[in-house]
């Protein structure tokens, strides 16, 4: 489980939010809404241990910035900007994640979650917004790790890619895994918690 206790988050001398406590337990995702410049992304960065924050976030019972190495090796995250290679093709990208992550067994079967095969060969540039969108959500498919934290993962899907990407999210979280993502308004899908960082401003 992931705790969060009195977390703060200033940004450009500004107090983005305070005081927030939480507790995300394996199994239920969690998401995190909030309008534009709330302090969205910069709450996931300071989940994934990639900047600073005020308060402590701890992994089961070890604060995550006494763990950094180790707690890095569980994380997967997702940024709102896609982080593709547009001069190389689909497979290419899908490749790279996956050969470092010892994935590339599971390449093939990647492709047809998103119904990308037809696409392989195909350089990012040429695709459209929520292709491209689909290349990068596909990752998620090439890793085993515990957490995943995902940038407004829905942003740009057609309305089958948002199926799609719901049932990856069920089964990460049917397998023991925790799932923390960001919208513009509440989750209504089953089974999701929803954070509004409005209460925490």
């Not at 939010?17 to 969205?40: A, E, Q, W, Y």
Request: a neutral charge.
């Amino acid at each position: 489980m992931l705790s969060f206790e009195n977390l703060s988050i200033i940004k450009n001398n500004k107090k983005l939010f305070s005081n927030l406590g939480l507790t995300v337990f394996p199994g239920t995702p969690l998401c995190i809404h909030g309008s534009n410049g709330i302090g969205k992304t910069s709450l996931l960065r300071a989940i994934a241990s990639f900047s600073q924050f005020n308060g402590t976030i701890h992994y089961e019972d070890f604060d995550i910035k006494k763990i950094a190495d180790e707690y890095s090796k569980l994380v997967t995250y997702i940024g709102h900007h896609n982080a593709v290679d547009s001069e190389l093709t689909v497979v290419q990208n899908l490749n790279f994640w996956a050969k470092l992550r010892n994935m590339e067994h599971a390449i093939n079967a990647s492709f047809a979650v998103f119904d990308l095969a037809r696409h392989a060969h195909t350089k990012i540039y040429h695709l459209s917004q929520g292709l491209a969108r689909k290349v990068e959500l596909t990752k998620l498919l090439l890793t085993q790790t515990v957490i995943w934290i995902l940038d407004e993962p829905f942003s740009n899907l057609d309305k089958e890619g948002s199926e799609r990407l719901t049932e990856i999210i069920q089964v990460r979280c049917m397998n023991k895994g925790i799932v923390i993502f960001t919208a513009q308004e509440p989750c209504s899908k089953d089974g999701v918690i929803n954070l509004s960082l409005e209460d925490y401003r």
